[in-house]
């Protein structure tokens, strides 16, 4: 898959690539990211990428000539239309991104990301090319770049070959394999540590046991915290009489 980026800062995505366990689906292809400058395809001496908003108003908003010209040159360097490869807007408005959407674009060919600034996107521009808007969450960046570093992240960790684990990403919070719960605690040696010890079940060696725990674990993790988790599994019949039962035994403490 190939995921081009529009950014004003793309040496902020240098370090990102070569660091990590992701990088390896960047070193080996995995995941193509190319990084464009809307910069470069501005127009004049100063290379003008923004100006003041009509009606007034603070701040500045990005022009919609350089932004058209530079996603016409991804589309023939791509070779590929907006069908293959959507354009990307990461925004306020957006759908907020979940596992599900980071499947879903794993599985896919990639995007274009447009990384916005300042006050936002010249509005024409959006209705003439974004195909899709997302957002991280309820709150405002300087800019997309580190929105679509996470969507990169999460996508890339996705891809067969990258973890050390081929599985482990299937035990990841919100991941079908675990009925979209939160993951359970985890603990690692010395088994004991500032007066706290290990839960025994997890050093006893009985593998049953342990998952059984394990299990508990994620539900009632998730039933104080994410209770709408806990309701959506429900709502798709992922939970068992033995998992209701945890819950109940829960909701009467």
């Known amino acids: 898959m ?3 980026i529009i950014t004003l800062f793309p040496e902020l995505f240098e370090p990102f690539l070569k660091i990590g366990i992701t990088r390896r689906a960047y070193e080996a292809g995995l995941v193509d990211v190319r990084l464009w400058n809307p910069r470069d395809y501005a127009e004049g001496n100063y290379r003008r990428v923004d100006d003041r908003p009509f009606g ?20 023939a360097d791509r070779g ?3 069908d293959v490869a959507p354009l990307v807007l990461f925004s306020p408005i957006g759908e907020t991104l979940r ?10 060919q990639g995007a274009v990301l447009l990384c916005g600034r ?3 996107v010249d509005q024409r521009f959006i209705d003439t090319h ?18 679509a570093m996470t969507l990169l992240d999460a996508v890339a ?48 060696g009985h593998h049953i046991n342990i998952e059984c725990w394990r299990r508990d674990q994620r539900l009632q993790l998730t039933a104080r915290l994410r209770p709408e988790l806990i309701d959506a599994a429900r709502a798709e019949s992922k939970l068992t009489a033995q998992d209701e039962a945890i819950l109940k035994a829960q909701n009467s403490l």
Not at 56 to 70: D, F, I, K, N, T
Not at 99 to 108: I, K, T
Not at 162 to 185: K, M, R, T, Y
Request: glycine share 14%.
């Open 2 to 4: 190939r995921f081009d």
């Open 56 to 75: 007034g108003g603070p701040g500045m908003v990005m022009m919609p000539e350089p932004l058209a010209a530079c996603l016409t040159a991804i589309r």
């Open 80 to 82: 590929q239309g907006r």
């Open 99 to 108: 596992h599900a959407g980071v499947q879903r674009w794993s599985d896919s």
């Open 118 to 120: 300042y006050e936002g």
């Open 130 to 147: 974004v195909d899709a808007q997302i957002s991280v969450g309820d709150f405002v960046l300087s800019g997309g770049e580190l929105a």
């Open 157 to 204: 960790r996705l891809q067969p070959g990258v973890l050390n684990d081929e599985g482990s990403h299937q035990l990841d919070s919100f991941n079908p394999a675990l009925d979209g719960l939160l993951d359970c605690p985890h603990y690692t040696r010395p088994e004991q540590w500032e007066g706290q010890g290990v839960p025994p079940v997890l050093v006893s």
